[in-house]
């Protein structure tokens, strides 16, 4: 090549080449280090989780390199966002820039068409369908059944007990209320039994990594899915003989209702209807649980909330008629405005879902940065929950705050997410949690065992020896 032939080739690329660069400058990536390779800080941050001082970690990250940053988690490029501005755009922006991102194994384990996998359109049936029985009109008429559920538990696990573990006792009343209600299989029906080992199989295996060889949990996972599936199968078939002549209501439970929408606009399949129903109870139980054992710590460590609470219960445990039984109403319920409001400051300052992911689908742009496809974006409810300028003295616990839901800000308030994807299962924790508190604080008082009553995330909030309480019962208690 002659020096004047190079000299035109080079003036040619010249301008192709400044594109390139200036290109690459402007679109750059978000600060922050990857950290070692694979490893990245993926140890540093499940320590934080295990530790309980996650909120601490995400907060040194945010002033280091601020609201927007990158890191490297389980191998994955991670983008993290801080704020209000950040969270509404998580939750409502395109879904083919962002889609939900699950673990390989929810997939395998829950099925292909369980909601957490679904975009656009079929999210949208799949949603519709839920919420057909999640919605408060629906709902409200098993105030009563939750009720009966309630009770039964406290007579076979509380009374005539003088120290209980709070956190899997909640966790067995939850299930209980749901396999009712979802599944209408009932106390006593032993098929109840084999379910709840069956999903904590199910649940043991969905943090796992996806191999599928024998004596892995995923394996005992996928085995357990196979039986509950077999279960739920012969369920949609009975139940669905009960709807054709007439001798079962379609709001008899979760199942009924998904078979009877059929004859409407909301088409579900058998498959769908069977991954959908494994994935609301595995969202459903655990996470309300936890919450319910939140409320019982505090109710032991804070005497003035305690007091406030008593006080609503014992007002409407008497306008009830004593010694009749009588259940609960959704009216009753209503009047249960600071218990609620206490819930929600529990779930402001102890959220018990930490963090969430998506995936990103296309290269997007966000406050100057390019965020290339194939990263994961996190959130992390505590990062608003705790900002001062959100909710003024964030560290102090004050219930008053959500006297005046206009008072809080749009997505600041995260704990059940938000936009399209926000939990369909907000109502149902609510009715259970008033619920269950009622009867606790009206039937009981109770001290904690340890001293120590911290918890670690593994991913989900788990407590020293299960939050250890020693109960007594009230002496109006009828039961
Ligand atoms: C205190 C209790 C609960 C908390 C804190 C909670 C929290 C959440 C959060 C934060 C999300 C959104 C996750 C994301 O956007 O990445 C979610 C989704 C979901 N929750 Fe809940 N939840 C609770 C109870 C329930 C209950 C009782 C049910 C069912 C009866 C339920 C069913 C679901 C389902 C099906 C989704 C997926 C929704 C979708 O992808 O469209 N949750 N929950
Ligand atoms: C568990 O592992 C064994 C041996 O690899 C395999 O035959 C079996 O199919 C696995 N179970 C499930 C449910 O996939
Ligand atoms: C659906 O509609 C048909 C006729 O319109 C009726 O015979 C059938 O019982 C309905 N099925 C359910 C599950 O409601």
Sequence with gaps: MSPANFLILFLLVLPLYVII??????????????GLPFIGQSLSFLHALRTNTAEHWLRERVRKYGAVSKLNLLGTPT????????????????QKILAGQQPTSIRKICGERNILELTGDDHRC????????????????????????????????????????????????????????????????????????????IIDGIFTIPVNLPFTRFNRSLQASKKVRAMLMNLIREKGAALEQHS???????????????????????????????IVMIAGHDTSAILITFFIRLLANDPSVYATIVQEQEE??????????ELLTWEDLAKM???????????????????????????FEYEGYIIPKGWQVMWAACMTHMDDQLFPDALKFDPTRFEKQAAVPP?????????????????FARIETLVIIHYLVTQFTWKLCCSDNSFSR????????????QVKPKNCATG
Aim: aromatic letters at 8%; a positive charge; proline letters at 5%.
């Design 458 to 469: 593994d991913p989900l909030p788990v407590f020293r020896h299960g939050l250890e309480i």
């Design 79 to 94: 983008l993290l966002l801080h704020g209000q501005a950040a969270n509404k755009f998580v939750y409502t922006c395109d």
């Design 248 to 278: 079962a209501s379609p709001n008899q439970d979760l199942i009924s209702c998904l078979l009877s929408i059929r004859n409407e606009s909301v088409v579900l399949s058998d498959e769908e209807i069977i991954d959908n129903a494994i």
């Design 337 to 363: 405005k600071q218990t609620w409001r206490v819930a929600m400051e529990i779930l402001r300052t102890t959220p018990p879902i930490f963090c969430s992911f998506r995936k990103v689908l296309e290269d």
């Design 411 to 427: 997505f600041s308030f995260v704990a059940f997410g938000g936009g399209p994807r926000t939990c369909p299962g907000n109502e």
């Design 21 to 34: 660069l200036t290109r690459k400058t402007r679109n750059k990536l978000p600060p922050g280090s990857f």
């Design 316 to 325: 409407i445990a008497k306008s009830k008629a004593s010694g009749t039984g």
């Design 126 to 201: 799949v949603r519709g369908a839920l919420l057909s029985f999640l919605k408060p009109e629906v709902l409200k008429q098993y105030v009563g059944k939750i009720d009966e559920e309630v009770r039964k538990h406290m007579k076979m696990h509380w009374h005539g007990k003088e120290q209980v573990q709070a956190m899997p006792l909640m966790k067995t009343l939850t299930f209980s209320i749901m396999s009712s209600l979802l599944f209408g299989i009932e106390e006593g029906d032993q098929r109840r039994d084999a379910l709840v080992k069956l999903f904590q199989q």
